[in-house]
């Protein structure tokens, strides 16, 4: 395609492979069957490497390294799959927590769904949360909000199913323990990934550091909530 001479089967200019043959049906079919199945095991690979070796998977993307796991746009793309499905069949309360668009038009809720505005607003801040409990590791907004992104989409699409089934179990379990439960893993392996120390309690630490700040902020968005406009927008567990 880049009319670059090529000995052999790749392209050494832009990767393209060679194979010199016209198209077969079993070639489609391979290549279908390899798109499955990669795809499978990126996902599996992906998740059970965030759920034991979490710093592993982020520090490999921070590193610049592609293709092998879900990137975190894949995996909030994932989480908003998961979400909608929860929210059009289940119920409407993400991870436990009502939000109702009361402010929005009906234009505009169409593109501004409760999923995306939750996501919207918990990515930042939870992103801002690392950022000032690590803030001397001097780590980047990118490599923050990256971090955050992965984790947030992980157990995002982990708790909804996970409540869900349980849910089902049980009829209608509390769903305040939801958004508790995600919250407490998430804080939970965002120290897992930035305390430079193993040493368990240096990561509890950390976690209720996390907690700390998380609250104040939200403590302080909601101040400003209620101080501008208190009922444009209700956002509040269950």
């Not at 079919?29 to 979490?54: C, D, V, W």
């Not at 923050?144 to 049980?170: G, K, R």
């Not at 439960?181 to 120390?197: D, K, N, P, Q, V």
């Not at 040493?199 to 976690?207: A, D, Q, S």
Request: proline share 3%.
């Amino acid at each position: 395609i880049c009319q670059t001479d090529v000995i052999g089967l790749y392209c050494y200019n832009c990767g393209q492979k060679i194979t010199g043959r016209r198209l077969r049906f079993k070639e489609v079919l391979a290549e279908l069957t390899e798109g499955i199945f990669s795809i499978e095991k990126s996902l599996i690979a992906t998740f059970y490497h965030l759920l034991i070796k979490p710093k592993q998977v982020i520090e490999n993307y921070w590193e610049g390294n592609r293709n092998y796991y879900y990137s975190p746009v894949k995996m909030l793309t994932l989480a908003l799959f998961v979400i909608g499905i929860h929210v059009v069949f289940v119920n409407k309360d993400i991870l436990g927590v009502s939000v109702n668009m009361n402010g929005v038009s009906k234009e505009m809720s169409v593109i501004f769904s409760p999923q995306v505005f939750f996501i919207t607003l918990m990515l930042p801040l939870i992103s801002v949360v690392t950022y000032i409990t690590y803030f001397k590791q001097k780590h980047n907004v990118l490599e923050h909000i990256t971090s955050v992104t992965y984790l947030f989409a992980f157990w995002a699409v982990v708790i909804t199913i996970f409540w869900d089934l349980l849910e089902f179990v049980l009829g209608d379990p509390d769903s305040l323990g939801a958004f508790v439960l995600f919250t407490l893993c998430l804080f939970i392996w965002t120290a897992r990934i930035f305390t430079r120390s193993v040493k368990w309690y240096r990561i509890v630490i950390n976690t209720l550091a996390e907690f700390f700040i998380f609250c104040l902020l939200i403590a302080s968005l909601v101040g400003i909530l209620y101080f501008f406009d208190p009922s444009a927008l209700d956002v509040s567990a269950s």
